[in-house]
């Protein structure tokens, strides 16, 4: 078993990272509904780059965070090149600029992206990079773990109404009920060492990576699904809740 505690620091690698997070930022608009996720994300990544400048994080706890991150990205870049991006993000994609949905919807749908299939697949990439076994990470998963937890509360303080706006009887809260962190984050650690078994028997076995792959397909596919929900379009917000600017 590798002895991830005895990583040293890590550099500031995180900083690529955080300067195409900015250059997305400056390039969208700022009702675009990738934009809103994007300039949440950012300031959660400005404050993993200061911890890992002053040696809070382990080489592993940042390799995983870059690695997650990179998942974002390339989902962007697909969409910019006219590809096709994960099942899981083509709904925000797909969603940005409809008017009736609204900010938190597509900071969520992110969320809901970003931890439900790419947290698993950064683990396996983490795995492979630092040659240990997501057991080993399990520490540094709980460490990022609890950043995504600083995640959902700017995106809920930042975008979501005043208690007088979200009634009970408003749509918005009933699809806020509908999803937990906790839950999407328990369900990545699974699905991560359930991907991670699979690829190993594979190659001990000498099989094609027939059952990883659809596993993979599977879980994109179902974590979208959820996403397709949450952007259900709700109509214009009430006057007075939040429009999506984000303080960065």
Do not use: K
């Amino acid at each position: 078993m590798a002895q991830i505690e005895q990583f040293p620091a890590a550099p500031a690698e995180v900083g690529p990272v955080v300067e195409r997070m900015r250059a997305l930022r400056a390039s969208w608009p700022e009702a675009d509904g990738v934009a809103v996720f994007n300039r949440v994300y950012l300031t959660v990544t400005e404050d993993i780059e200061r911890r890992v400048a002053a040696g809070e994080f382990t080489r592993a706890a940042a390799t995983l965070d870059v690695r997650f991150a990179e998942r974002y990205l390339a989902a962007v870049d697909a969409a910019a090149a006219g590809g096709r991006p994960p099942a899981c993000w083509r709904p925000l994609f797909q969603y940005r600029g409809h008017p009736g949905v609204r900010p938190l919807q597509f900071a969520l749908a992110g969320v809901n992206a970003h931890i439900g299939h790419d947290l698993a697949l950064a683990v396996v990439d983490t795995c492979r990079s630092l040659g240990c076994e997501p057991a080993d990470l399990e520490g540094e998963f709980e460490r990022v773990g609890d950043v995504l937890v600083l995640l959902e509360e700017r995106v809920r303080e930042e975008l979501m109404p005043g208690p007088d706006l979200l009634e009970v009887g408003d749509p918005l809260t009933h699809l806020l009920g509908c999803w937990s962190l906790e839950r999407a984050r328990d369900g990545a650690w699974l699905a991560a060492r359930s991907l991670w078994r699979l690829r190993r028997l594979e190659h001990g076995l000498g099989l094609l990576p027939e059952p990883a792959e659809e596993f993979t397909e599977r879980l994109d596919r179902s974590v979208g699904l959820v996403g397709r929900m949450m952007l259900t379009p709700l109509g214009a917000q009430s006057s007075g809740s939040s429009t999506g600017a984000i303080s960065s």
